[in-house]
């Protein structure tokens, strides 16, 4: 199964020490440049830094130049843009995205945003979380993560 992540889900399952759910539950999982540049790119250090650089099992990619990306930087931030914008073009099982707007947009394109929601759930299905609750506090309270629009899927 192959996926585009935006910046979000990556910090924030990295934040909570999560990370590894990502290869464990999807075959192929690409981030756009942007979404590099913003977790891992000069001056930045965000958590997963390390992970984005180092790991096997990332594969960064420039997004295509096509007329959208334009269009969609009038509404989103470029990691946002980028994986609408990647994920189209690789035909990706799902974007990953937990902004409102960035998820609404990726439905009007026809992709399958995923949140981190549904990426915990999706891992408790497949064994490899005992309870999501949990782990959704965890965000809260060390990500800052906020449960205001998130949902598991469109």
Same mark, same amino acid.
Request: overall charge negative.
């Given at each position: 199964?192959?996926?585009?992540?935006?910046?979000?889900?990556?910090i924030?399952?990295?934040?909570?020490r999560?990370?590894?759910l990502?290869?464990?539950?999807?075959?192929?999982?690409?981030?756009p440049?942007a979404?590099?540049?913003e977790?891992?790119?000069?001056?930045?250090?965000?958590?997963?830094s390390?992970?984005?650089k180092?790991a096997?099992?990332? %594969?960064?990619?420039?997004?295509?130049?096509?007329?959208?990306?334009?269009?969609?930087?009038?509404?989103?931030?470029?990691?946002?843009?980028?994986?609408?914008?990647?994920?189209?073009?690789? %035909?990706?099982?799902?974007?990953?995205?937990?902004?409102?707007?960035g998820?609404?947009?990726a439905?009007?394109?026809?992709?399958?945003p995923?949140?981190?929601?549904?990426?915990?759930?999706?891992? %408790?299905?497949?064994?490899?979380?005992?309870?999501?609750?949990?782990?959704?506090?965890?965000?809260?309270?060390?990500a800052?993560?906020?449960?205001?629009?998130a949902?598991?899927?469109?």
């Amino acid at each position: 199964m192959l996926v585009v992540s935006d910046t979000s889900p990556i910090i924030n399952l990295a934040s909570i020490r999560h990370l590894h759910l990502l290869p464990e539950l999807f075959t192929e999982i690409v981030i756009p440049t942007a979404v590099f540049d913003e977790i891992a790119g000069e001056g930045n250090n965000e958590p997963g830094s390390v992970e984005v650089k180092t790991a096997s099992w990332v %594969k960064i990619l420039p997004a295509p130049v096509q007329p959208l990306l334009p269009q969609l930087l009038q509404d989103l931030d470029q990691g946002e843009a980028e994986a609408i914008v990647l994920a189209l073009d690789l %035909k990706a099982d799902y974007v990953l995205m937990d902004e409102t707007l960035g998820r609404q947009i990726a439905v009007t394109y026809h992709l399958q945003p995923l949140g981190l929601l549904g990426i915990l759930l999706l891992a %408790k299905q497949n064994g490899l979380v005992g309870a999501v609750a949990p782990l959704m506090d965890r965000l809260q309270s060390e990500a800052n993560f906020s449960l205001i629009g998130a949902c598991t899927s469109t």
